[in-house]
């Protein structure tokens, strides 16, 4: 789960049309700004450095069930200085909410299969989501980042795997992304020494697609957007269909999806 903690300067985000009147959602320190196709998530609450709580989860959850369908693309965001310090340590000393301990295994499996529906929803293939990090991206933030399909990172980003040092997993579903970007060998490194990847780093070893200035990350993530929302958006349903599946198909198995996508998209195009 992760890390949290200290203050920074308050930042709202911004969008043209504003659904995060939500009282849920504010309460999770979430925003929601929907624009036509694009919908922006953003993880507010700036004085905790974004510190997640299992109402935060909860709240991203409820935010996949009910996105609006003619949302094509998702962006990830955190206000303030940091995408996320991960967990709110303050979970650990008993306020509010507490962890179950796992003497119950059926009821703890439950309880964590809850919060990790708030991760799962950004990989469905009717939407591309991109995480836009900036600061500190540590515990759950680095995993929710890892959840995304596309990462373009600030040259102050820091990625840091904290759970083991804290005792724990990453159980929000980042092992398998991480594993699948970096390889098992990195991923046993950066996990079990919990030590900080930085910017240029992270674009090295796969963790991000794109590197800017501080100051130039809200620009090019616009700029990213637009080229996505430029694509036919049936096309790329079905081609992100394709490359999720692809690692896990055989070459006969992924040809064979080709041709499957291919017809649908050629029945459709010609309205046959």
């Known amino acids: 789960m992760g890390d949290a903690t200290a203050a920074g300067r308050p930042e709202t985000a911004t969008g043209p049309a504003a659904e995060s009147a939500r009282p849920g959602l504010e309460q999770a320190g979430l925003r929601l700004d929907v624009d036509g196709a694009v919908a922006t998530v953003t993880l507010n609450r700036p004085e905790r450095r974004n510190a997640m709580t299992f109402t935060t989860w909860r709240g991203l959850a409820e935010i996949g069930r009910s996105l609006p369908a003619d949302v094509r693309v998702v962006v990830l965001r955190g206000a303030g200085p940091s995408f996320s310090a991960g967990i709110d340590l303050g979970m650990f000393s008993g306020g509010g909410e507490g962890f179950a301990d796992g003497a119950d295994a059926e009821g703890t499996d439950r309880f964590i299969a809850e919060l990790q529906e708030g991760y799962t929803w950004l990989r469905r293939p009717d939407i591309v989501t991109v995480a836009s990090v900036h600061g500190h991206a540590i515990g759950a933030g680095f995993q929710l980042a890892l959840a995304c399909d596309i990462r373009v990172i600030a040259d102050d980003a820091k990625f840091c795997m904290k759970e083991p040092a804290l005792g724990l997993v990453p159980d929000l579903t980042g092992t398998k992304p991480l594993v699948e970007v970096v390889g098992i060998g990195r991923a046993l490194e950066l996990c079990l020494t919990a030590r900080t990847v930085g910017a240029d780093e992270a674009a090295r070893i796969g963790l991000a697609e794109t590197v800017v200035p501080r100051d ?53 195009l010609f309205g046959t």
Do not use: S, Y
């Open 216 to 268: 130039g990350l809200d620009g090019a993530v616009r700029d990213l957007v637009d080229a996505l929302l430029a694509v036919n958006p049936g096309a790329a349903v079905a081609t992100k269909r394709l490359l999720w599946q692809a690692a896990d198909n055989t070459l006969d198995e992924q040809c064979a999806a080709e041709r499957r996508e291919q017809i649908g998209r050629l029945r459709e």
